[in-house]
């Protein structure tokens, strides 16, 4: 009878992703929840190559750096912010950012920096805008993929300046792209819930909207598995969707699972996702996100073993070596901070795929043989 069941709820979405038509609400959320998490990941699977994926699997050779981990927002689901005067709080000058960046270059040749922080209410523009030049500078050939909308959005408000004036100064000083967070989850009951002194989702997409009219490529995140439900996920997905139908800049979309650890929700006795809603959440996105190029599984949050299965889930990006990640290890992640260059060509070999080597925007530098 299961097997009936399966065929009776993924038959009619199998035969809209053949024929190559867009999911709907209604369908995403059956595909939620469908226990059926092999057919799930073949039919994502078949998503991608549909839509012309092949068997490249792409990394990135990158740096994670903080410039400050003081932040004036609380979000709930959040054990990286400090108050200021907390221990562990920091606030780099742009000149000890460089100096740190020169010499991790010199160690690793990694092509691209990825910059997020705290929204600290004790700097101004400039601290932002000086240490893009700087590095710039320093670091002429390295991708500068720095800041989030939610970012952007405060640095607005501390220089009273529009989100257009504010990317086109970051963009003069050396910004090359924005990283897809703060998004979380967009509905309004969750945010309110986990993040209620966050921006308003209007915001964020006007951040997105306006850095894809002025040339810059972005990304975009789901935080999942706190408080949303599936049908909240699915609005997410669709807002996306929308989204780039739009403006067209997201170069790929990251789902990010909820670690709980050192947060409000671990005392209230939350628990990590399992496999099998994170490969689930990889399948899902893969098939309503239809306009996104690229989905990367993030092995930081997930763990290079289920990364590699997520391969056969709709994922063609195992993101990079990710040199000194900070966020999710604040929230209890147990995967090591980076990863070589040979371990990461050797698991992308082993799950039947072409590693790919790239830059931050899915230009091809070295590709190995499968
Ligand atoms: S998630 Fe970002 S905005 Fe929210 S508290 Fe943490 S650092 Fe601040």
């Known amino acids: 009878?299961?097997?009936?069941?399966?065929?009776?709820?993924?038959?009619?979405?199998?035969?809209?992703?053949?024929?190559?038509?867009?999911?709907?609400?209604?369908?995403?959320?059956?595909?939620?929840?469908?226990?059926?998490?092999?057919?799930?990941?073949?039919?994502?699977?078949?998503?991608?190559?549909?839509?012309?994926?092949?068997?490249r699997v792409f990394f990135v050779q990158n740096l994670n750096l903080y410039q400050t981990n003081v932040c004036r927002v609380k979000c709930k689901f959040c054990a990286f912010a400090k108050t200021q005067r907390q221990d562990g709080a920091y606030t780099l000058s742009a000149d000890e950012f460089v100096e740190n960046a020169v010499r991790q270059y010199e160690a690793t040749r990694f092509t691209e920096i990825h910059c997020v922080n705290g929204e600290s209410p004790h700097v101004d523009l400039d601290f932002y805008v000086e240490v893009l030049r700087k590095l710039r500078e320093?670091?002429?050939?390295?991708?500068?993929?720095?800041?989030?909308?939610?970012e952007i959005h405060h640095m607005s408000t501390l220089s009273g300046l529009s989100h257009e004036e504010v990317l086109r100064e970051l963009k003069d000083a050396g910004l090359g792209s924005l990283p897809g967070g703060g998004a979380e989850i967009f509905a309004d009951r969750v945010r309110r819930l986990v993040a209620p002194g966050k921006e308003h989702p209007d915001e964020w997409f006007d951040v997105h909207d306006t850095a894809?009219?002025?040339?810059?490529?972005?990304?975009?995140?789901?935080?999942?598995?706190?408080?949303?439900?599936?049908?909240?996920?699915?609005?997410?997905?669709?807002?996306?969707?929308?989204?780039?139908?739009?403006?067209?800049?997201?170069?790929?979309?990251?789902?990010?699972?909820?670690h709980p650890e050192n947060t409000v929700f671990e005392r209230r006795g939350w628990r990590h996702t399992t496999g099998a809603e994170d490969l689930k959440t990889i399948a899902v996105s893969r098939l309503v996100l239809d306009n996104v190029p690229n989905l990367k599984a993030y092995w930081i949050m997930m763990g290079m073993p289920l990364a590699?299965?997520?391969?056969?889930?709709?994922?063609?990006?195992?993101?990079?070596t990710v040199v000194r990640e900070e966020i999710f290890h604040a929230a209890g992640a147990t995967t090591p901070t980076e990863q070589k260059l040979d371990e990461l060509v050797r698991v992308v070999r082993d799950a039947g795929r072409v590693p790919v080597q790239r830059d931050t925007l899915y230009n091809e530098l070295r590709r190995w043989a499968a």
């Open 1 to 55: 009878m299961a097997v009936l069941d399966r065929t009776d709820t993924l038959a009619p979405i199998r035969e809209k992703v053949e024929a190559g038509e867009r999911l709907d609400f209604e369908d995403g959320v059956a595909l939620f929840e469908s226990d059926d998490l092999l057919a799930l990941g073949e039919l994502a699977d078949l998503a991608r190559r549909v839509r012309g994926g092949d068997d």
């Open 138 to 150: 320093a670091l002429p050939d390295v991708h500068l993929k720095f800041y989030t909308a939610s």
């Open 212 to 258: 894809h009219r002025l040339g810059i490529t972005t990304q975009c995140t789901m935080l999942y598995g706190h408080v949303e439900t599936y049908e909240e996920r699915i609005d997410h997905l669709l807002r996306l969707r929308a989204q780039q139908d739009a403006s067209g800049g997201f170069l790929s979309f990251i789902p990010l699972a909820f």
């Open 308 to 320: 590699q299965v997520a391969l056969h889930f709709g994922a063609n990006d195992v993101q990079g």
